[in-house]
């Protein structure tokens, strides 16, 4: 395994992972005096086929892509590492503090029993998660690099702003770089709190928590939103514990499709004392004599409300960062903001593609790399067209919640015969009862079944065709991808009854199918 | 939702789940006085299409699946409960056991770091964990006997013994029950080490374990045995600080098909402490004058050895637990005591069926439902041929270890041009990376790499079809089950690289297929 390193070891640009992990930290640190870190084929003459501006996930996939099917590209980024925001401050640390939720709830569950440190009224530190994943974040940045370079022969200039020229021409680190084709991939940034105080130390957002949090929050915690982040971080955030309030401008978690499963997230939230305000308006965060956030005035359906807090994190969701293209280009832009293109991701300009967050919703890794996959081949002129539809998707309360397809009212809003398969069944004792179980549940299940979690398949009973798939839970997620492949395709309860189940399987899907598939007329369990 | 219970409260029979639970607990303390549990509709005139011998996973199953053909199913369990061991000595409390293993690496790996307790030379108890599982087997049990009755419909007797006296003729609880066939689902048992001193107190399997521990086991254990299950416990008392010695006949783990895999996920295992010794023999078991284990004695490659321990857990595979069918029907069995079916689940003895683990290899659980479905739907008229082929796999280390298809050297063997997609890559810094990284190894990626997992994807580079998958990690044993059926469609590189992945995804596959897959080439990664 070390012989196919010497060859590499001999190119005086050749880097280690360890070595690039060095080299990202002192530019991360000293961003002008590392400079532009240049990655260019100087002897190859061709044109470039396009280049990226911006070398995270869509910039990144794009740029390996098009390497892949033969053309020459180049990907511009600021950062001195590609991969952009994701394991930088967005998705990376968004899991860690997910799987210290989960890790937080079952340690307080069991608190004082087993092996278990008594939690009664302790409050465990953010900041030192926080400083983990600062300490830890350049290992999987050094890896993108070491991959990008040795083994998807990207060529790049990273640590370095590019400014946009014209439709082709690019200026980069005091270079002028041409190419057949721009590709758009600038991404998305937190949409700020418009309400007084919003700038104050200590109101965060994902991206300022991991590069600026000075100081341990105290005992409250105030978020504002109700998606995806503002759940994820409010979750991790309690189960420190803190006392956390949530201020969601309409419903919480309006976007988990089925109502039990929605439902089913929410009530654990509660359960583990978070405090939930619908309907409710941060009007404005007032400061301390310091500049540091003091309280949070909030309007409420119950009427104003003030919370002494001095930590304060919105998620209000991501608004895509079109500005440059816009002045340098001229492209054009919805009313979000989000650079409008077409199935083939071309842009109002000729020659000028956009891809990933900043081309607006849905804003996740799957469609950041697709896109970027989409135009890299377009411009190498395959006939191609990509528009995301029916994805599955996922968050984080302190469980995973996954799920795909059609919710139950959705479902029966749309078709007669609606069948349900779901766990815990319907039954009088509710969910005290030791089923779903499995990986990651089990404690749960012998102890606090409640907490077991819940699952539900949603049927057609004229097709017998799989609709819907709903998870709360763990170890799920990543089935989801591919049953979700397997529903787009027709997947019925009878395929589903025939497959080999590796017990105790966290969707628990194939074996109910099986216990009811042999029914003609199908019916709930 | 409390309605539809109204009517099922006024049935005498009816029992929440909670008085199941309550049910079945007296019946295991006194199963004498508790008696036969009965539920059969004494108003049906019709005969039984079938009675299923035993009411674990296979039979429960069949008699589901039966019932829901329209058939008419009675099954007989000397327990009183439906479900078999699985819920009540192996797969459950070997899920719980492997759960405390992944949650206790965890705990030593960051110990005295963020809110984990100090676990330096800390032995934590295996007792206690295995009082909770005796205490909260009984939910799961519950659920069964709850769903089995009010939503399967199945005829039962519960808590008593069946006694065969002819192919369509069994006795029960006192009373003669005829059916147009049998189905035999009498399972298996372990297969007890044959070694002077295998029957002193302290000699445990996983049957015994869960039932007669009364004591907490020392510093040291002895695991003998090399597969699954023996992996498995070893793991969790390793986990709980125990020395443990592993005494293995021939290869440890052989059954993971792919070498790396194997590699990664034993040297973890001897990372923890773990002492492995292959090509050995457990010769003799010593007491002390109590009655109990006090040393193994071993035939090593190295020579003898001794190995003073309170505690020798075997796990030396399962036996076909078919004499009492083969004394009561002459029903031909194999070497291994398996009962010999066709692929119709008959025996060779007519009207009489036998599934599950009674019928040999895999003893698996879906190999055991499947079987009972099969043999069901045989009886029921249906042109049916069942025969496990294909199946993916996993087990836990203080991990979860999951494959299917072909390991990279069988794919080597088999096919001209294999393409590895795996992460980590090849690299001089090895396994010292953050990735890969998702759920529940997050801490890991970002402070001790090299714990985070490993995953691999073999390919065929001239077809573009995967060969095989492999991961160690959490999180992917779900998935395996769908990517399977996947594979087994023929699924291609480029098919992955379609998918909508959920990031960061336990299996890492679509996004590494998707950098790959614009090579008319492919290549590793």
New interface residues.
Partial sequence: ??D??VAKGSDPSFL???QWARKIEEALEKPNIVGPIRNIRDGDRREFDAIFIGGGAAGR?GS??????GGRQLVIDRWPFLGGS?PHNA??PH??F???A???M??RAFSG?????D?TG?T??IK??VD??R???T??H??MN??SK???DIEFVLNASARILDAHTVEAAGEVFRARALVLALGAEPVRLDAPGSELDGVHDYATLVETLDREPGDAVVVIGGGKTAVEYGCFFNATGRHVVMLVRSRLLDLIRDGDTRAYAIDRMREQGMEIIEGATASAIIGDASGHVARVVAETPAGPLQIDADFVFQALGERPRSRPAVEALGVAVDDSGAVVVDEQLRTSVADVYAVGDLIGAPM????A??SG?YA??AIMGEKVSYR?SD????LHTHY?V?WLGLGEEEARARFLNVVILKM??????GL????P????T??Y???R?HMSGFQKLVLDGDTRRVLGAHHVG?????????????VQRGLTIDEL???????????HF??LS??????RELRN?
């Fill in positions: 395994m070390v196919q390193f280690t992972i360890e996939f390996a892509y098009l390497r892949a099917l994701c998705c990376v899991h860690l997910s799987e210290c989960a890790e937080l079952l340690a029993t087993l092996w278990f440190p939690m302790r465990t530190s030192e998660v983990l994943f300490r830890g974040r290992g999987p050094a890896v070491y991959q040795e083994q998807l996740e890794m799957f469609k790399r697709k996959v890299a081949r995301p994805w599955p998707d996922f995973e996954s815990p069944p319907d039954n009088p004792n005290a009862i030791g089923l179980a499995s990986d990651r089990m404690l299940a012998m102890a079944p763990y170890g799920a997620k990543d089935a989801f991808q591919y049953l979700n492949v397997l009854g025939e497959m080999d189940e590796l017990f105790l399987n966290p969707t194939i074996q099986r216990l009811r598939a042999g029914h369990l």
